[in-house]
């Protein structure tokens, strides 16, 4: 089975693999940049956009939205967590939109609070932003370089820009638009947030578990 078989059979039910996104995990597994495997409880494995498996953004099979969203409401299957983009527990993900049946567009939630920032409008503009070249994604990267932003893994991406550019026929930019918050997506992910302070909280919008808002400025 194929990292990208082992990755649809994982996902939530409902979650239909864009083709463009098989096509780029098929490539990078030939490219021999990660691995998948039969885990313990399920599908397991990770592969790298950069050559360099500890640099660059990773496509992972891991589901788990604890800590985002209220996952046992109904409609938390629309976000389907699809990068790591800085190893430090932040996620690049799917979202449905609010009834689910959108087309897919790329969500940033960062593991301080950040987001959710848009930060692509569809699954190949998802793949030229993973091929830009930063060794990390975040808020403090985009709309910089990857030099500008001191996260620089450009030669490291070489292979993954190269194929992008042929496969769709699109450029490679050499920063990425700075990101901004999805507002849409924000009011869904509070009322998805459920009736608890526990677990999701968003940079701006709702307060951090046990913050006071009316304590701001104080």
């Known amino acids: 089975m194929s990292f990208a078989e082992y990755f649809a059979s994982a996902a939530p039910r409902g979650f239909a693999l864009p083709e463009e996104l098989h096509r780029a995990l098929d490539f990078l597994e030939s490219a ?98 993973l091929a830009v070249g930063y060794a990390w994604i975040g808020e403090d990267t985009l709309g910089r370089t990857p030099a500008e932003a001191g996260a620089d893994d450009v030669a490291g991406h070489a292979e993954f820009r190269d194929w992008v550019t042929k496969a769709f026929g699109v450029d490679v930019p050499a920063s990425w638009p700075a990101a901004e918050i999805d507002r849409e997506a924000a009011d869904w992910l509070v009322d998805m947030r459920g009736d608890t302070d526990e677990g999701l909280y968003l940079d701006g919008i709702v307060p951090e578990p046990h913050e006071d808002p009316d304590s701001e400025g104080e």
Not at 33 to 51: I, M
Not at 69 to 77: C, M, R, Y
């Open 32 to 129: 021999g940049h990660g691995e998948a495997f039969d885990g313990g409880d399920g599908p397991e494995g990770f592969l790298s956009v950069s050559a360099d498996p500890v640099s660059g953004a990773v496509f992972y099979i891991d589901f788990d939205l604890t800590g985002y969203l209220d996952t046992d409401k109904p409609g938390a299957e629309r976000l389907v967590p699809v990068v790591d983009p800085d190893g430090g527990g932040s996620r690049i993900m799917a979202w449905a939109g609010t009834d689910g049946t959108a087309p897919y567009r790329y969500l940033f939630l960062g593991a301080e609070g950040e987001g959710p920032f848009l930060v692509a409008e569809n699954t190949v503009d998802l793949l030229r932003l």
